[in-house]
């Protein structure tokens, strides 16, 4: 009858006899691997996200109206609408600064809470003929840019259309194409030409919403971007631009990624250092819980082999239990983590304070076997402490 039962199936039974225990043991293994899978998809989708970060920063210097550093970080990390702006004019005075090769400027428009989203949408104007930014990203995406036709429509990866179509302040727009996902709160902006974005910001004052702009909105632009010549310095151009333009913030892009990547590197760390703990926690706990097993079980032991079971029959049922409980309990903690980040990645993003850019399926799939397989291999290392003693049972003696 033994031959007859596999070593998978005495396990299970032995398993589904002591539910409460295997659940207490699934639970921890279960919480340790979604700590586990979590921090993997965490630290890689900051990664990516300071990667597309960088991409779509493609300036040196960045500039915006005093006092509206803040807003405008918010604009690229999280597409979090804002509106602000300055005289165009200033675009002019950068251009005669010796040393800068490319000036571009771009225009702020924040949308109603529309028909497209379940959010208020970032609408940014940039000028193609001058633009060293969007052009780019717009070309990889759908093939445009500088060619784009006008009246061109781009949609961020997280913005929705519907058939085609977005609908801001009362009026539809054709969408040309979606761009790809960059992990910076761009994926949550709508791109078009000046004369776009401007009508629109004319419907909008049409209907009575204000933007703090005071006249015509062909003579305002909300940050311009500079692109410097090669060897240039970046103080003396600075030290140019205050002289030349008065006040206004001056943001280097190199300190800001520099920021961003200190701190996404600060909680990666953070991260690293949780799930090495909790691992080595998980191992001692199961460790120190098959050890008393063993005193619980010896009778059980000793009768089976008793009756022709081998010290390897018993192995094998103790590895298959320890299998079954670090692969169910794996499943059950990636399923959990996946519950928890997946709908809330962009709510995860504004907390950390820094561009977010989940992984892709593969990578995604490949983390979660990752971390099933670790905790299984974990879970089995902590056995190892029970087979030790089962190879040394007496049978005579432990079962009296």
Not at 226 to 239: A, D, F, H, N, P
Not at 241 to 256: C, D, L, N, T
Not at 265 to 286: E, G, R
Request: glycine residues 8%; positive net charge; contains cysteine.
């Amino acid at each position: 009858m033994l031959r007859s039962l596999s070593f998978k199936n005495l396990a299970a039974n032995n398993l589904i006899q002591n539910s409460r225990r295997t659940f207490a043991l699934a639970s921890l293994v279960g919480v340790c691997a979604a700590v586990l899978f979590g921090s993997f998809i965490i630290a890689s989708s900051l990664k990516s996200g300071l990667s597309g970060m960088k991409e779509r920063v493609g300036a040196d210097l960045m500039i915006v109206p005093e006092g509206y550093e803040r807003g405008f970080e918010n604009v690229l990390l999280f597409g979090e609408p804002s509106f602000f702006y300055m005289d165009r004019s200033i675009e002019d005075q950068l251009r005669a600064i010796e040393g800068i090769e490319a000036v571009t400027s771009q225009f702020y428009l924040a949308s109603a809470s529309e028909s497209c989203c379940d959010f208020p949408v970032q609408i940014i104007g940039f000028e193609p003929e001058s633009d060293f930014l969007i052009t780019s990203w717009v070309e990889k995406s759908s093939g445009a840019g500088k060619g784009a036709p006008s009246g061109a429509l781009f949609c961020g990866n997280n913005v929705h259309d519907q058939k085609g179509q977005v609908t801001f302040y009362s009026k539809k727009h054709q969408v040309t194409a979606r761009l790809s996902k960059s992990g910076s709160g761009m994926d949550n902006a709508v791109f078009a030409d000046f004369d776009t974005v401007r009508g629109i910001y004319d419907d909008a004052r049409a209907k009575g919403f204000s933007f703090w702009s005071d006249g015509n909105a062909e003579q305002k632009v909300s940050a311009v971007f500079i692109r410097l010549g090669q060897g240039v310095s970046k103080e003396k151009i600075v030290r140019e631009i205050k002289k030349a333009a008065g006040e206004v913030q001056i943001i280097q892009q190199g300190r800001f990624i520099k920021t961003l990547a200190e701190k996404a590197s600060s909680f990666t760390f953070f991260l690293y250092v949780m799930c090495i703990l909790f691992l080595i926690v998980t191992v001692i706990a199961l460790a120190l819980v098959f050890s008393l097993i063993f005193y619980e079980r010896r009778r059980e032991f000793s009768i089976l082999r008793s009756l022709g079971a081998s010290r390897v029959h018993i192995s094998g049922i103790i590895l298959w239990e320890a299998l079954i409980l670090g692969g169910g309990g794996a499943v059950c903690g990636v399923f959990i983590s996946s519950v928890i980040i997946l709908p809330f990645n962009y709510l995860i993003s504004q907390k950390l304070g820094l561009p977010f850019s989940l992984p892709s399926f593969l990578k995604f799939t490949l983390f979660a076997l990752g971390t099933i397989f670790l905790m299984a291999g974990a879970v089995l290392a902590s056995a190892q402490s029970i087979i030790g003693r089962i190879l040394k049972l007496e049978v005579y003696r432990e079962s009296k």
